[in-house]
């Protein structure tokens, strides 16, 4: 977030925009407000959110905390079974292969479908909001591309690896993520790619899963970018403190947000609500509007590589990680293990 802003300060992309289109689009940024206002934020309510009324309520409404929190109590509960528990443990790795199998279906139709919604979203604002708002953009991607290169490259650099090889590996994935706006698109395939890399199969099905919720690098770094663009475009100097402060904010209302398209938005919300004295108008939401599904596939890609290089360094800290399967390092494009043909996985 530090660097979005520092990129921010830098490129100014907020300044001198024309606000005066602002209110044709009131409605829809009440439908975000109005959804963020629903969800719990505060840390407490957050901390309570967590516990689900109910396992089938949680995985009905597809709330990734909620469902998280019950699988690790019903593991738990598993491995204290022991033996008894292995028949329960077959019938779910059954019951995964089907559900992957099923989400490679359905991703097959995803691109479309994402093609669709970006039809909709220069129809309805025009291609011009794409030119107008292009500063913005391509600040996004330059912080992007600075974090996965300096920040998480260095990590990785760290942990002996290099994060151009892993890039390489999971070039695939990244490339569904693009054409679909969205990092659960590619979440069973991402695991299958982890694993082959040479992480343990425990580590990949606890770490990639919880960074889903709470390691979202691509949306943290949007949101703080999105409320600096709309303090710029109404011309408000934030000090410093205010900036911390927003920061501060974001750290906690990030965690939990789901990785797919346009929740980013009900997050931004949220934010901005959040923060004393309403400094930054809520309504300025409304100048992201056309151009937030073409960002949404930098936070998506970001999300995905991020959650890729914890996963690996989680791995090699507790001694969990192995080399990879020889064919896998060969070619990573092309060798998919058995599970993976299974989940109808095959080649872009």
Same mark, same amino acid.
């Given at each position: ?136 953009? %391509? /600040?996004?991607? !330059? @912080? ?6 300096? *920040?998480? #490259?260095?990590?990785?650099? +760290?942990? &002996? ?100 398209? %346009? /929740?980013?938005? !009900? @997050? ?6 959040? *923060?004393? #004295?309403?400094?930054?108008? +809520?309504? &300025? ?64």
């Amino acid at each position: 977030m530090a660097i979005g802003i520092a990129v921010m300060y830098l490129i100014k992309p907020g300044s001198g925009m024309d606000i005066s289109n602002v209110g044709k689009n009131a409605a829809d940024v009440a439908k975000y407000a109005k959804q963020a206002a629903e969800t719990p934020h505060g840390f407490m309510d957050f901390i309570v959110s967590v516990i689900p009324d109910s396992a089938v309520g949680a995985l009905a409404k597809g709330e990734m905390l909620p469902v998280l929190f019950f699988s690790v109590l019903f593991g738990l509960a598993m491995a204290g079974l022991g033996d008894k528990a292995k028949t329960v443990t077959v019938f779910f790795e059954k019951v995964n292969d089907v559900f992957f199998r099923l989400v490679g279906i359905i991703m097959r139709f995803s691109p479309f479908a994402a093609g669709g919604a970006m039809a909709y979203t220069i129809g309805k604002f025009g291609i011009g909001s794409l030119f107008s708002l292009g500063k913005m953009m %391509g /600040s996004v991607y !330059i @912080t992007m591309f600075l974090f996965v290169v300096i *920040i998480l #490259g260095t990590i990785a650099k +760290i942990y &002996g690896f290099s994060i151009f090889n892993l890039l390489k590996f999971i070039k695939e994935e990244i490339l569904l993520v693009l054409g679909t706006s969205s990092s659960e698109s590619a979440l069973p395939r991402l695991m299958q790619r982890l694993e082959k890399y040479g992480c343990s199969k425990s580590v990949v099905g606890l770490v990639v899963p919880t960074g889903y919720s709470f390691n979202l690098d691509g949306t943290s770094i949007y949101l703080s970018m999105a409320a600096l663009f709309i303090a710029q475009a109404y011309g408000i100097e934030l000090t410093w403190v205010q900036i911390l402060t927003v920061l501060g904010i974001l750290m906690l209302t990030s965690k939990g947000a789901a990785g797919v398209t %346009g /929740s980013g938005f !009900i @997050t931004l919300a949220a934010t901005l609500s959040a *923060i004393p #004295g309403n400094v930054i108008p +809520i309504e &300025g939401m409304a100048l992201l509007l056309g151009v937030d599904r073409f960002m949404s596939e930098a936070r998506a890609i970001t999300n995905l590589i991020g959650n890729s290089v914890a996963t690996v360094v989680i791995a090699k800290s507790e001694k969990q990680f192995g080399l990879p399967e020889p064919s896998a390092a060969a070619d990573s494009g092309s060798v998919y293990s058995e599970n993976s043909k299974m989940a109808g996985v095959t080649e872009a």
